[in-house]
């Protein structure tokens, strides 16, 4: 081992100190390297086996690594979403004696994608405007802590499944910075430039016959605007009602949670006649039905994945307990009768091919088009088989997922299913 090789990490894992750093990462062995889709990025990157873990490797300067390491741990400790680093390793050379680039290593965000590895030429076009949505949710949880991110793009974020949307999470931090707030500005700034690499992007993938030549990049990129201001507006702004629509502000509300935020604090003030509310949430956080479903089932899932939970457990309620009973109580049991005798169900083999969470939305999916084509409440046990052997068996594996294209990772867009809560029951 190269006696100058540092590896600086909160938890160092042995087996990093195995792997061949004395080699530039465009020749490590196959073996080592994960066929995984990537994104585009200036630095070289690959994805590397450690153990039964996934890790992203990336050369990058000394200075850049520690850089981006601790923005990443700092973000992290906002509880922000975003790729968790792992290690940077420096002083690295080859056995001759040249200087090798040092590198940041970070944990391999399970289940996740590249934008490029979602669009394929049979990919609907509602599939940009989910990825947008999913940018601009992410940009603006991150512009709420203070994090100005400097390049925002698709290409440095990664997608997850979400009950049929799409999560975003943060993938490049390089140039990033914190604030304890940040300024017009810079929020600003990060919409331009959003806004011109989303356009740019969408572009290269028409050029490369990957998106249809009718999605207007430009339009898109406008979108994007839209969404995030609108978004920022509902989250920040400051609304007056009179005094006889106070009503007015549980509506509010309740529209924020519909967005994915909870509102942790309000302030409030009356005008000098008494006649006015102003109302303006002061604290906001995303994740109100994921912190909710943790709260009752332990559970860590995806917002909309928990939404669908979470309907599916007050349709519970309603059908199998008498009124007034807790939704704790509720949950405790529709987890042990209903979601793990689900979950539990798919056979050992086809655990990697989606997330748990995400194969029971599927599920409750699959149920609704079988029950429709029947004219009947189809049973549990029967939609389960048949989600088994017609849908899940022709998934690729997603837990680390192999292979370009889109349409085989994906599938094809469903109907909203947001009615079908509790059929399992």
Do not use: C
């Amino acid at each position: 081992m190269n006696p100058s090789l540092q590896i600086m990490a909160a938890q160092v894992d042995p087996e990093l100190f195995d792997l061949p750093w004395n080699t530039p990462l465009t020749d490590w062995p196959e073996e080592l390297i994960a066929a995984l889709p990537r994104g585009i990025s200036r630095h070289t990157v690959r994805f590397v086996y450690l153990g039964e873990r996934i890790i992203a490797v990336k050369e990058i300067g000394e200075t850049v690594a520690y850089k981006e390491y601790e923005m990443l741990r700092d973000l992290g400790r906002h509880d922000a979403p975003a790729v968790e680093p792992v290690a940077v390793v420096t002083g690295r050379s080859a056995p001759d004696g040249e200087r090798l680039n040092d590198a940041l290593v970070t944990e391999h965000l399970a289940y996740s994608l590249p934008y490029r590895a979602i669009f394929g030429q049979h990919q609907r076009k509602d599939s940009v405007r989910r990825l947008i949505d999913a940018l601009s949710v992410l940009m603006v949880r991150l512009h709420l802590l203070g994090f100005f991110w400097g390049d925002v793009s698709l290409s440095n974020t990664l997608f997850r499944r979400d009950a049929g949307e799409f999560a975003a999470y943060l993938v490049d931090a390089e140039t990033g910075e914190l604030y304890p707030s940040l300024t017009r500005g810079k929020r600003d700034y990060d919409v331009d430039v959003a806004r011109t690499n989303i356009i740019g992007e969408l572009m290269d993938l028409q050029a490369g016959e990957i998106l249809q030549m009718d999605v207007d990049a430009i339009e898109v990129g406008d979108f994007f605007v839209k969404r995030y201001t609108d978004l920022w507006a509902d989250l920040t702004q400051t609304t007056t009602y009179s005094t006889n629509e106070r009503w007015k502000i549980a509506e509010r509300i309740r529209r924020l949670n519909d967005l994915g935020f909870e509102v942790g604090e309000l302030s409030m003030s009356s005008d000098q006649g008494g006649t006015q509310v102003s109302i303006q949430p002061k604290v906001v956080d995303a994740g109100h039905f994921s912190r909710k479903i943790m709260r009752l089932t332990g559970m860590d899932v995806e917002e909309n994945q928990a939404r669908r939970m979470m309907n599916d457990i007050e349709q519970y309620r309603v059908t199998n307990f008498k009124p007034g009973t807790s939704q704790a109580i509720a949950a405790h049991e529709w987890m042990t009768k209903v979601y793990e005798p689900t979950i539990n169900a798919i056979p050992r083999e086809l655990h990697g091919k989606l997330e748990p969470a995400e194969i029971f939305h599927q599920l409750l999916e699959h149920r609704w088009y079988m029950s429709e084509n029947a004219g009947y409440d189809v049973p549990g046990d029967k939609v389960i088989a048949s989600f088994i052997e017609h849908v899940l068996r022709h998934k690729p594996n997603e837990h680390s997922f192999i292979g370009k294209n889109a349409e085989e990772v994906l599938g094809p867009d469903t109907a909203d299913m947001s009615g079908m809560a509790g059929y399992f029951a």
